[in-house]
């Protein structure tokens, strides 16, 4: 694979500073629940910063994204801001959702978030659609939409890739295989590979290892390369680990806990950072300020949240439809 | 079939109607898109033909068949309304929203709300249903209360031509999802063609004669089952107000409210079964607001709480009929 697309000095900086974005955010988001200060359901993605990382540095702010209910690590690597983020998952009306969509349904067009489902499977539908958009306006755009091993088991998932190559759409299917279809483990629940299941529908699939920066942005830049070449679509199978259990509060006993531990030994993001300082990429200070600047950045984000005011009941109305409700 | 030969005409259908209609539509915005199965030309233009002539006018990247994959073309048609696109999705029949109901009902309907106003989906699904066909139990099914239960999606249901197209248009620049209800059997029946560019407002109701002893509120085929039955209740010397809903959701409550704080006396007749159908709805609005004035309670005529049935005096029996409204009204009147 020596001929794959490689990410520059730039570029491989730039992957580390959106996986310690999502590392540093989810560690806050797990210490402001445990402390009380806020509650709201809560999955996280630990683990999985490689994949939406090292993706998205192929994208630009106005490609799209549909994501799903644990994906603030996809929507942080996308360019969501913090301070909107933040804000709504406390139910702000600061929110950009005006605190209206909360954790599982955070939205924000201007970076191309446009939708954030919690129906597993739902985000592969309404990515066709956008990608269908693009390939009538001819703006060169790219869609992705990322889902979980669990979403390769749903009749959307199906009816999606089938429609996106027949249609021969814009879109990059980006499933984040962490094992883990909610409390049950992949192999029980399909006896094929995700990525085999392209062949079905007349696509590229290809499994990659989605906790190495290298190899995700190789798979990631060719896809992307098909989809703007008008090429179709591509199904890539990112093989990671999820570091906690399926939600906020989930012991995790069913998880094996020699497996777990190995993954975490091997956490992908102090594998990274310590890869970029011994090949000379990056310095050892010049992470540790990035790392200190995104802390202050999560400390302003979450104070603001915070202090927020809430929505008034007159929301109620609001959105509903076009017009108010009387 | 074209705009221009649908002007001349003074009798068009339902069918005829609904195509001019989207024709118009796309014609007058190039955001305007269709799709569904069998929907193009070369598989021809829907298995009714309802949109005939529109891929090879507007062209198959505008009008688009599909794989019968009801939950991609919902799916499909929100996401291209998410980037500015208008488009009308055909699911079949109404039965077959139910393969779909997790875009409609968890996406279409609350994109708007759940983005804070980010997003919204301005889509038209249409759909097609009603007995008389001897279809059986999941090719006919009324379905329109599940949807009008649902907050952000509206329904409607139009039973002429002209209402077909004026409700199609107004759907079409709708900034939120409509879904239009079609029926099946009364596709053929030729009435007053619409002109051009008209347009129904959603929401509202149309008083289609009036009267002063019962008001009977119908829409979609029941129309035909109810306005024989005005005549026949002229005749008995009963004076009966017949009013088209057209929408279920918004449904015009101020025409309603003031058609029976006039005569008293209300039916609902629907063809979707009766127990927890729009027609409880409305007789629990009319409860709430016209309690002391009402000279009877509030009657409902829906379809037999049953599948429907295949053979066929099952199925004639199963909605409601011209004989059960004249027999309604007579009983409100003895009251």
Request: glycine fraction near 8%; include cysteine; charged fraction near 20%.
């Amino acid at each position: 694979m020596s001929n794959r697309a490689q990410p520059d000095a730039a570029t491989q900086v730039e992957i580390y500073r959106r996986m310690a974005l999502i590392k540093a955010n989810d560690e806050r988001s797990r210490k402001v629940i445990m402390n009380g200060r806020l509650v709201m359901p809560y999955y996280s993605p630990r683990g999985q910063e490689v994949i939406p990382s090292a993706t998205f540095v192929n994208l630009n702010d106005d490609d799209y994204l549909c994501t799903i209910y644990r994906g603030t690590h996809d929507m942080l690597a996308k360019g969501f801001p913090l301070k909107d983020m933040w804000a709504e998952v406390a139910g702000r009306t600061t929110g950009t959702c005006k605190g209206k969509g909360g954790p599982m349904h955070l939205t924000y067009p201007g970076k191309g978030v446009m939708v954030t489902t919690g129906i597993v499977g739902s985000s592969m539908p309404i990515a066709n659609g956008i990608a269908w958009g693009s390939q009538l306006r001819g703006d060169g755009r790219v869609t992705v939409a990322t889902f979980g091993d669990g979403a390769s088991n749903i009749g959307a998932f199906h009816e999606s890739l089938n429609l996106a190559a027949v249609w021969k759409l814009p879109v990059i299917f980006l499933c984040q295989n962490n094992e883990w279809g909610e409390h049950t483990a992949y192999d029980k629940t399909s006896n094929v590979r995700v990525a085999d299941r392209a062949a079905a529908y007349g696509m590229p699939g290809e499994r990659v290892d989605g906790n190495d920066p290298f190899a995700m942005y190789a798979a990631a830049h060719e896809a992307v390369r098909r989809a703007r070449a008008g090429e179709g679509p591509t199904l890539i199978e990112a093989m990671t680990y999820r570091f906690h259990g399926h939600v906020f509060g989930d012991q995790d006993a069913y998880m094996d806990k020699a497996r777990k531990a190995e993954a975490v030994a091997n956490d992908p993001v102090p594998r990274f950072r310590a890869r970029l300082i011994a090949e000379g990429t990056a310095t050892e200070e010049q992470l540790a300020a990035m790392e200190a600047e995104i802390e202050a950045q999560i400390d302003e984000a979450v104070e603001f949240a915070l202090n927020s005011p809430f929505p008034g009941v007159e929301e109620l109305k609001r959105d509903v439809f076009a017009e108010e409700l009387a | 079939m074209s705009t221009e030969t649908m002007a001349k005409p003074a009798k068009a259908n339902i069918l005829q109607a609904i195509n001019a209609a989207i024709a118009d539509a796309m014609e007058a915005d190039e955001t305007v898109i269709a799709l569904g199965e069998d929907l193009a030309d070369p598989e021809e233009g829907g298995v009714c033909g309802v949109t005939k002539g529109l891929s090879s006018r507007f062209g198959e990247h505008r009008v688009r068949s599909t794989p019968i994959s009801e939950q991609a073309i919902i799916g499909a048609a929100i996401g291209a309304s998410l980037v500015g696109f208008k488009p009308v999705a055909e699911i079949m029949l109404m039965n077959f929203t139910t393969v779909a109901m997790d875009m409609i009902v968890n996406h279409a309907a609350k994109l708007r709300f759940m983005s804070g106003g980010q997003t919204h989906v301005p889509i038209v699904i249409r759909t097609m249903t009603g007995t008389g066909f001897a279809s059986g139990g999941q090719h006919c099914d009324y379905l329109e209360a599940w949807f009008a239960h649902t907050a952000g999606i509206k329904v409607v249901a139009p039973s002429s031509p002209k209402d077909a197209y004026g409700l199609m248009r107004s759907a079409i620049d709708d900034p939120d999802p409509v879904l239009f209800i079609e029926n099946l059997p009364t596709y053929w029946t030729p009435a007053e063609a619409p002109e051009k560019d008209y347009r129904v407002p959603i929401g509202k109701a149309n008083v289609l004669c009036e009267g002063s002893d019962v008001t009977i509120i119908a829409y979609a085929r029941m129309i035909q089952e109810a306005t024989p039955a005005v005549a026949q209740l002229a005749e008995a010397g009963i004076s009966a107000e017949l009013i088209d809903l057209r929408s279920i959701a918004p449904w015009d409550r101020e025409t309603v409210l003031a058609s029976v704080g006039k005569t008293g006396r209300a039916m609902i007749v629907h063809e979707a079964v009766t127990p927890f159908g729009a027609g409880a709805e409305i007789a629990a609005v009319l409860n709430e607001e016209l309690f002391g004035r009402l000279k009877a309670p509030v009657r409902r005529l829906g379809g037999a709480f049953c599948p429907v049935p295949f053979s066929k005096p099952l199925e004639t029996a199963f909605a409601p009929q011209t004989a059960d409204i004249v027999g309604a009204a007579k009983a409100l009147m003895a009251r």
